[in-house]
T-cell receptor, first 118, second 109 residues
Framework: QVQLVQSGSEVKKPGSSVKVSCKASGGIFNTYSFNWVRQAPGQGLEWMGGIIALFARANYPQKFQGRVTMTTDESTTTAYMELSSLRSEDSGVYFCAINKWLQPFDSWGQGTLISVSS | EIVLTQSPGTLSLSPGERATLSCRAS???????LAWYQQKPGQAPRLLVFGASSRATGIPDRFSGSGSGTDLTLTITKLEPEDFAVYYC??????????FGPGTKVEIK
């Protein structure tokens, strides 16, 4: 089973950017897609987009297009998610989760708490 | 975009009772690319069921998934204390295009 370890909590100002990392171990990095799912306080799960590690090809739902960038670094087996133009509504827990083609998310990171406040 | 709705929003039951959770998709999900996750407070979600009816590794057999196309059901035959949590359905029928339902909270009555 692949283990995913995410970077720590962050406090950000509105209008700034945040970059969260997700380090994978125990699997073959390029066989996975890395997805990012966020959860606002007391709310449900929202898929923010994903990136196919082998091709470094990402896809983002329209809601996040232009504000999110997902990348991977095979040399360190780490995936990254950068969200810009932060606003208070972006506060919440951000999870990375991996899947293979046409498979569900079978491993998740522990979550990273992002707080956006002036 | 496939939209998932879940019902009920909250299910109040006692340990030992049977829980039946529903998930409906706005359009048919090919090949039953539908999954269920369990999430407890302060934890990441955990995969329970995939392919509409296959249990993930290590999931007890009191959890079972059924249904196809647009209607999916998760049944927990006898609720254990650790089963009180929030449950989400998910469609994963396209590469890099996923959606989750809004969740059903199973709470202790």
């Amino acid at each position: 089973q692949v283990q995913l370890v995410q970077s720590g909590s962050e406090v950000k100002k509105p209008g700034s950017s945040v970059k969260v990392s997700c380090k994978a171990s125990g699997g073959i990095f390029n066989t996975y897609s890395f997805n990012w799912v966020r959860q606002a306080p007391g709310q449900g799960l929202e898929w923010m987009g994903g990136i196919i590690a082998l091709f470094a090809r990402a896809n983002y739902p329209q809601k996040f297009q232009g504000r999110v960038t997902m990348t991977t670094d095979e040399s360190t087996t780490t995936a990254y998610m950068e969200l810009s133009s932060l606003r208070s509504e972006d506060s919440g827990v951000y999870f990375c989760a991996i899947n293979k083609w046409l498979q569900p998310f079978d491993s998740w990171g522990q979550g990273t708490l992002i707080s956006v406040s002036s | 975009e496939i939209v998932l709705t879940q019902s009920p929003g909250t299910l109040s039951l006692s340990p030992g009772e049977r829980a039946t959770l529903s998930c409906r998709a706005s359009q048919s999900v090919g090949s039953n690319f539908l999954a269920w996750y369990q999430q407890k407070p302060g934890q990441a979600p955990r995969l329970l069921v995939f392919g509409a009816s296959s249990r993930a590794t290590g999931i007890p057999d009191r959890f079972s998934g059924s249904g196809s196309g647009t209607d999916l059901t998760l049944t927990i035959t006898k609720l254990e204390p650790e089963d009180f949590a929030v449950y989400y359905c998910q469609q994963y029928g396209s590469s890099l295009d996923f959606t989750f339902g809004p969740g059903t909270k199973v709470e202790i009555k």
